[in-house]
């Protein structure tokens, strides 16, 4: 029975345990066996995993507790559940049974320490590897499996002494296959003999690899240069090697043969950046000495990328502008469009250069402009060619954009078209300049002309989805979507959620968001929380492939630390944040409801502006209008055609797979459908929107960040801002307190920071024990010189950062929010804010935040938000966020009209 379980002969399995237990029908041994295989069997095999737990759990009872089979089956059992803690436990009974019995333990020991990595219980690990290699201290691979865990549990010397027998072990083992063998006849298995070498060479070069790191661990740098120097022979990744050498040599002081050995490394790959910074340290230049040196690099290397963008980042001053003038010119007249996007980090690292960046690009768009039109530095008597006039106005267009003039860069976005209306990079720089802006429609309609013109290019079709999302057009973005994933797999999202395609998931989640559709953006952002959960699940199988099957153990350390740290990944943390502010935003429509009349034209953190509006969800949303239709029994003609359709379509179906399982086509349909994606469930949110208490499952999500100091450390100031102002809003202030103070080592002077440390000092002023608010007494005493009360804090911040519509938007905020008496200074204070408040290119975001708190919190008199918005959309007349019913009627009818004439000229057919 056992032996059919595992080579997944299910129903023999069962035929098997059925003949048993018709003489012993309360054997415990066989009813868990039993038991396991209906867990682990399809259905059309006779799987029931209801009936399949059952038979576990009362294997267990019947063998009173006693059985280490049943206790083995039943931590298989919850292994296969995803609850490690639990199955360890039942592994360790089993041991204990299986110890009292005299029973073989080994199949025990190896699952044990399998879940002992997963939950990194090291110190559990070491014992269990230990007893293992006690039992069978033959097999090579237990050896290796004992040094990595002592290495991962810090016993150093252990992990040493267990490589080096491990390796002289494998090696004898490998040279015993080669030469035990016999002459070979074949062709085939002389192929196979020398596969199998090749093979034993990579795993020893891993475990040479693998040791080189123990000895540096135990011994230092220059023990682990020695013994790399030994092995080199047996390790077959040669460029590893030089790499490994290399960082060995610099960390050990040995300055010369660093440097020579990563010049060994820039004659191979000169666009490596860490070739290149290993270099200089070795070198150990700074400043001008720097500077030259990567002059000499680029003298030596003059095709290589790498060393000039490491010349510009080593110049200022003059010398910056003339290679990144001579840099510009060469790069243009190749034909790069995409010079200022690989050249953004280097051209705003200061203030200063950005000012240069735009003194050059004004002076080439003059010098082709010139009657020669002629770039600077032109040799020969060939023209110029025709396109670097496009990528310059291409590039000042896009630097104008990034500094906030807008009308400069669609000037200069339209002569290119003008000079270039088929060129797809023009199209898509105007996309940009258009999100820039703020106007999202006008974006996204650029981004579909763009996509239009290559049809073929998924990237294109892709970013169409997202600028199409920041316009809140959720329907058309999953629509143009569709078009590159697999026909016929299922519907657009399930696969999409089968591919673990989290961008399309988090700005659709921001998209409802945006419109108020709390479940359904609640729905996206669980299902990147479930994609990580799963990469986090998966790593099991790698427990065991990784150090007793391939031996790639530096690789296997280095994903347990990247799984240690998963959860501080960017996409994690962004969905994590909109996660928790969507909670909190559906926790405030329930206590504070608002007609649908007065609901804000909302739009997501970083989206664009959504120009529809939806009523507020006070309640769990309702079923769709058809399916209430359906239980009234009043269908329209379209609906009841439509239903009348989709039953015929269902029934032909039906019978076509009735059709091919008697032409014995079963097996086929069903691993066909074994292959599509499962549809998704509950896509509207309903389960989630039924909670009783959202934020519980908001605080759950939290936690997640918070509790792992490998993540907590990582955390940008967004995600501690998020936490913070969660647990602010659930009362509970110890949390808050810790949260904002790691948000203030980050960035004390952030406009949340302040907001929150306004609220905070708020609620811990009526709160108990004293101790807590003399501690945040304390705390804001250091930013606001010991003010009274909150709002004599709140006072004073706006006083300090009167000049900064993002400083000045969040404290009124907070201010408005515990001393409602305020609003109107509040109002006065955003009113009196300089047109120049915030630079680009977050100057957008800042002043989108300033007129939806004034709109929100109700500020002031109707007039007053009037002339505030009016203020907005003078210095963004682009933005979507800013404009009336009345501009939005004009311009719709501006559009009408101009389109008229040509609809006009068109001829009747």
């Not at 690989?342 to 051209?347: D, E, F, Q, R, T």
Request: with cysteine; glycine share 6%; charged share 25%.
């Amino acid at each position: 029975m056992c032996e059919h379980y595992e080579k997944r002969g299910f129903k023999k399995a069962l035929v098997s345990s059925t003949k048993i237990l018709e003489g012993f029908p309360n054997h415990a041994d066989t009813l868990a066996m039993r038991g396991l295989t209906m867990y682990s069997a399809p259905q059309d095999e006779g799987g029931d995993k209801v009936e399949g737990v059952a038979l576990i759990k009362r294997a267990l009872a019947e063998s009173r507790l006693s059985s280490f089979i049943c206790w083995h089956v039943y931590g298989l059992y919850y292994r296969a559940e995803h609850q490690w803690a639990e199955a360890v436990k039942c592994y360790k009974s089993a041991l204990k049974n299986a110890e009292a019995r005299g029973a073989d333990q080994m199949l025990v020991l190896r699952d044990l320490a399998l879940l002992q990595a997963q939950l990194r219980d090291f110190q559990g690990l070491l014992e269990t590897r230990k007893k293992i290699m006690h039992l069978k201290p033959s097999i090579v691979g237990n050896g290796v499996a004992l040094a990595v865990a002592a290495h991962l549990a810090g016993d150093r010397a252990g992990a040493a002494v267990a490589m080096a027998v491990t390796v002289e072990a494998f090696r004898a083992e490998a040279e015993s296959r080669r030469t035990s063998a016999g002459p070979a006849k074949r062709q085939a298995d002389i192929q196979a003999r020398q596969n199998a070498w090749l093979v034993d060479r990579h795993e020893l070069g891993e475990l040479q690899m693998f040791r080189t790191t123990l000895i540096e661990d135990l011994s230092g740098p220059k023990a682990a240069i020695a013994h790399l120097d030994r092995a080199a022979p047996e390790i077959a990744d040669k460029l590893g090697l030089r790499e490994r050498r290399a960082a060995l040599l610099l960390a050990s002081g040995q300055a010369k043969e660093a440097e020579q050995a990563y010049r060994d490394l820039i004659r191979i790959n000169q666009e490596n950046a860490a070739y290149q910074r290993g270099l200089i340290r070795a070198m150990g230049l700074d400043g001008e000495a720097a500077s030259r040196h990567c002059a000499e690099m680029c003298s030596q290397w003059p095709s290589s990328w790498m060393c000039r963008v490491m010349r510009l980042d080593s110049l200022e001053g003059a010398a910056w502008s003339e290679f990144l003038t001579a840099l510009l010119v060469v790069q243009w007249r190749r034909g790069v469009p995409s010079m200022f996007q690989m050249l953004k980090a280097s051209l705003y690292r200061s203030e200063a250069t950005s000012l240069t960046t735009g003194a050059v690009a004004e002076a080439l768009l003059a010098a082709v402009d010139s009657p020669s039109g002629r770039l600077p530095g032109a040799g020969g008597p060939d023209p110029e060619p025709p396109t670097s006039k496009l990528w310059a106005l291409h590039f000042a267009a896009q630097h104008a954009s990034h500094v906030g003039q807008t009308e400069r860069a669609l000037a200069l976005i339209g002569r290119a078209q003008e000079h270039s209306p088929t060129v797809v990079d023009v199209q898509t720089a105007r996309a940009r300049i258009l999100r820039h802006a703020g106007d999202a429609a006008g974006a996204s309609e650029a981004y579909e002309r763009a996509r239009k013109m290559d049809l073929a290019d998924q990237y294109l079709n892709s970013r169409s989805c997202r600028y199409l999302l920041r316009a809140g057009k959720a329907d058309q973005a999953i629509s143009i979507i569709a078009l590159f994933l697999k026909e016929g797999a299922g519907s657009p999202q399930a696969v999409i959620a089968d591919m673990q395609c989290s961008w399309f998931e988090y700005e659709l989640g921001l998209c409802y968001a945006g419109q108020r559709e709390f479940g359904k953006a609640l729905r996206r952002f669980s299902l990147i929380e479930k994609h990580y959960s799963d990469i986090s699940e998966d790593q099991f199988n790698f427990h065991y492939y990784c150090t007793l099957r391939r031996y790639t153990l530096g690789t296997y350390v280095a994903l347990l630390r990247l799984e240690d740290e998963l959860l501080a990944s960017r996409m994690y943390v962004k969905a994590a944040v909109a996660f928790i502010r969507t909670y909190i935003s559906l926790d405030d429509s329930r206590k504070n409801p608002r007609p649908a009349s007065v609901a804000p034209v909302a739009a997501a953190p970083v989206a664009a502006v959504v120009t529809a509006t939806a009523a507020v969800a006070t309640a769990p949303a309702s079923a769709p209008a058809a399916a209430t239709a359906e239980e009234t029994g009043k269908l329209s003609k379209a609906q009841k055609k439509k239903k009348k359709a989709e039953e015929a379509k269902a029934l032909a179906a039906k019978q076509q797979q009735q059709q091919q399982q008697q032409q014995g086509g079963k097996g086929k349909e069903r691993k066909d459908d074994d292959e599509k994606p499962k549809e998704l469930e509950d896509l509207d949110g309903l389960k989630l929107l039924a909670a009783e208490d959202p934020l519980k499952d908001a605080e759950r999500l939290a936690h997640t960040l918070i509790d792992s100091p490998a993540v907590a450390a990582r955390l940008p100031i967004e995600a501690h801002v998020a936490v913070c102002e969660l647990f602010v809003w659930r009362k509970n202030l110890q949390l808050a307190a810790k949260e904002l103070r790691a948000a203030k080592k980050l960035d004390a002077q952030s406009p949340e920071v302040l907001k929150l440390s306004v609220l905070l000092f708020h609620e811990s002023s009526q709160a108990q024990p004293a101790t807590l608010v003399d501690v945040l007494k304390e705390e804001h005493e250091s930013i606001a010189a010991g003010g009274a009360t909150a709002v004599a804090v709140a006072e004073g911040f706006l006083k300090s950062h009167s000049g900064s519509a993002t400083h000045v938007a969040a404290v009124s905020e907070a201010l408005a929010a515990i001393a409602p008496e305020k609003k109107q200074a509040c109002l006065s204070a955003l009113l009196s804010l300089p047109d120049s408040a915030n630079p680009a290119p977050r100057a957008l975001d800042a002043w989108e935040r300033v007129y939806k708190l004034s709109r929100d919190a109700a500020l002031g008199t109707e007039d007053e938000r009037e002339m505030l918005r009016a203020k907005c959309r003078r210095m963004f007349p682009l933005a979507g966020c800013f404009k009336s019913d009345r501009d939005i009627a004009a311009e719709t009818a501006a559009t009408a009209s101009a389109a008229k004439p040509q609809e006009e000229a068109a001829p009747p057919f």
